[in-house]
């Protein structure tokens, strides 16, 4: 049994990174486009270009696609993990210490865990895997090519 659940360990990863960043892309769609809920469940919007709100639901919306799809999935989910642990820290930590008294979990969560996309990368299934063995398939076959006439 865990030489299967370690097989499957990079399937996992694949559709936690999949869940992650859709839920937080839903959280920028809501915040830019008024959807799902609206800005903080009130059904408007944020304003455009407003600091914080507008580039946090940028960040969110593009970020989760992002990670989502598994396209540039390190960079995607640093960025996003930096600007979640913006909000806690400015947005929630100053209201008190601990995420479940200051609102701050979701925050805390999503930080941590694009943090460990970070490190653990995209898993199994992700288009960052699929341009990287694209590229390496023309690098093999111009050697493959090359081969014949090195030799002569």
């Known amino acids: 049994m865990p030489a299967r659940l370690t097989e ?11 869940v992650t960043g859709l839920l937080f892309a839903c959280h920028g769609a809501a915040s830019l486009f008024g959807v799902l809920g609206g800005a903080g469940g009130t059904g408007g919007t944020v304003p455009a270009g407003s600091w914080p709100g507008w580039y946090a639901a940028v960040i969110q ?48 969560m999503f930080c941590w865990s694009f943090l460990l996309l970070v490190f653990t990368g995209p898993g199994a299934v992700a288009v960052d ?3 990287a063995s694209g590229r390496a398939r023309p690098a093999a076959h111009r050697d493959e090519q090359r081969t014949p006439a090195a030799a002569a």
């Open 129 to 131: 895997r699929l341009l």
């Open 8 to 18: 499957a360990g990079p399937y996992a990863l694949a559709l936690f990174r999949f």
């Open 61 to 108: 919306l593009v970020g989760g696609t992002l990670v989502a799809l598994g396209l540039f999935t390190r960079t995607a989910a640093l960025i996003s993990s930096g600007s979640m642990a913006y909000a806690y820290f400015v947005m929630h930590q100053p209201e008190a210490l601990w995420p479940l008294e200051n609102g701050g979990e979701a925050s805390a």
